[in-house]
């Protein structure tokens, strides 16, 4: 097994944005609050402990509704632990993210939640004195089933079919028992091909909704790790909310401040979310619909009913569970309710992450730090193989197609293609002609810069035509390191996005967590390629 580790900047898959955060350029600075290393965490222990000083009554609430979300999860010792440890007050979070995806989605799950844990065992060892804990927050009010109702396995779409309306984490599983069939057929009855069948039947087919079932497949794999998993779409925990979902529907702060935010933002960068007037959803057993203000009160999109403000708040007073935060809110109401330090996120979670840093300094929370999370290609030792006869390094299969292609046909060439040094030659020449041209016509200037071009432009057609001759003549070579990268980048994307963990883990079991446990380092800013054993 080998690793290789690429800088993140120097990849195309990642955003100019998140590129500027890491290298901390000055036209991010007052987006963020500290920048996640080792040492500046000593100042956010201390800022997020005198923050949550007094409160708790806070920490034992936070304590008490994880503990009865945990109630039908068995050997829980570690996650029990670190669950009656946020009582205490030197005990922090670290927390990361993600869909009820079916059996976990994309690889990246695994990731983002690998970090989680790898960061807490480093803040371990730094700071002794603290405890830190690893979180994953469940996405259970989200709607938008059809993001999450499916996972690839090698090529093949294995889908959820059922209708949702509704938050995703109160969905039934019934209906998963065919997807259930289906796999059955797919995976081999070896060792690890039981265990991954055992492990979606046990989920899926043994709990009533995609929250429990969430929950107990992500303890499974990371039972040992002491991972906390939390349901946002709890009453005890909305009622801690209740003050700043009040504070939004009278005040619209979270609009008014990233607004505020998004006018001086870097022309440069995409804005990844906008703002609504009111970020919040009013959320029932059988739908998710957003709060419009109307006149004279509030209305609920898409349906007949409306509420007066006084109305609304009482509501908010009685049934804070109905009360659901959309993407712009839904940080805050994370950092309300624990002890947290830093989040864990992909590019596009970090970039709406960085609009909200004035919302949050105006209600008066901690901004916590944020942490580009891990992402891992995972290559097989006969695709190691293979790439070593290419002609071409790991980095390059990260180019796009077409690139790659040049890149190849360059390597093995007999032929010098690259017409570079004629080009040179060629301004070097009309250099001297301009030089005639300014002692003694200077309108000579015109033409001798039409004809410059011209001949640029006649070498760079030439020098496209050599290439694709080449291309020709080395087809077999090029076709073949191409379809080693579209192995590598399904569907032309990251790994990680596509592919689910099953590919792997059938092939090397409990294993491969570990592998990437040792391999994946949080505070390390760049893309890391793994080989795995030969088998």
């Not at 492990?199 to 929250?211: C, I, P, R, T």
């Amino acid at each position: 097994m080998k690793k290789t580790t690429i800088p993140y900047q120097d990849l195309s898959y990642f955003t100019e944005l998140i590129k500027s955060y890491l290298n901390e350029d000055k036209v991010v600075k007052d987006l963020y609050h500290r920048f996640p290393n080792l040492e500046n965490f000593k100042e956010q222990i201390a800022e997020k402990q005198a923050s949550w000083a007094g409160l708790n009554d806070r920490r034992q609430l936070l304590k008490d509704a994880l503990l009865a979300q945990y109630q039908e999860i068995e050997s829980k010792d570690a996650t029990l632990k670190n669950i009656e440890s946020l009582a205490q007050d030197d005990v922090f979070t670290i927390t990361t993210g993600h869909q009820l995806n079916l059996f976990t989605g994309p690889l990246y799950f695994l990731y983002k939640i690998i970090s989680t844990i790898n960061l807490c065992k480093q803040l371990q060892t730094a700071y002794p004195e603290n405890r830190f804990v690893p979180v994953y927050w469940m996405a259970t009010e989200d709607h938008d089933f059809e993001e999450i109702q499916y996972f690839n396995f090698k090529g093949r779409k294995i889908v959820f079919e059922a209708n949702s309306t509704a938050a995703v984490g109160s969905l039934s599983t019934d209906g998963l028992d065919k997807v259930f069939a289906v796999l059955d057929e797919l995976w081999p009855d070896s060792d690890y091909g039981k265990e991954l069948k055992g492990l979606f039947k046990n989920a899926y087919l043994g709990h009533k909704n995609l929250a429990d079932a969430t929950r107990y497949l992500a303890h499974e794999l990371f039972k040992n790790d002491g991972l906390v998993i939390v349901d946002g779409d709890d009453a005890s925990l909305k009622k801690l909310m209740a003050p700043y979902f009040e504070d939004e529907l009278l005040k619209n702060t979270s609009f008014k401040q990233v607004t505020e935010t998004l006018k001086t933002w870097p022309t440069d960068f995409k804005v990844q979310v906008n703002p609504r007037e009111v970020n919040l959803f009013y959320l029932t057993d059988a739908y998710r619909k957003r709060i419009i203000p109307v006149e004279n009160g509030f209305a609920i999109d898409d349906t007949d009913i409306v509420f007066t403000t006084t109305a609304l708040l009482e509501e908010l007073e009685v049934h804070p569970e109905r009360f659901s935060p959309n993407v712009i809110m839904r940080p805050l109401y994370q950092e309300v309710i624990l002890p947290n330090l830093c989040y864990i996120g992909g590019g596009g979670e970090l970039a709406y992450w960085l609009e909200l840093k004035a919302y949050f300094e105006e209600v008066g929370v901690v901004f916590p730090m944020l942490l580009l999370r891990n992402s891992a290609l995972l290559v097989t030792h006969k695709q190691d193989e293979k790439l070593a006869k290419m002609e071409c390094s790991m980095q390059d299969l990260f180019l796009q197609e077409h690139e790659l292609a040049s890149v190849v046909t360059n390597a093995i060439s007999e032929i010098d293609i690259d017409f570079t040094s004629l080009q040179n030659q060629l301004k070097q020449q009309f250099k001297s002609l301009y030089d005639i041209a300014t002692k003694t016509d200077k309108s000579f200037i015109g033409a001798v810069a039409a004809q410059e071009k011209k001949q640029l432009n006649g070498l760079e057609n030439l020098e496209k035509r050599l290439l694709k001759a080449q291309k020709h003549k080395h087809s077999d070579h090029v076709e073949r390191t191409v379809q080693l990268q579209q192995e590598l980048f399904p569907g032309g994307t990251l790994q990680e996005r596509k592919e689910n963990f099953a590919s792997f883990y059938l092939d090397h079991g409990q294993e491969l967590l570990q592998i990437l446990k040792e391999q994946l380092d949080p505070l390390d800013p760049s893309f890391t390629v793994i080989t795995l054993p030969v088998l």
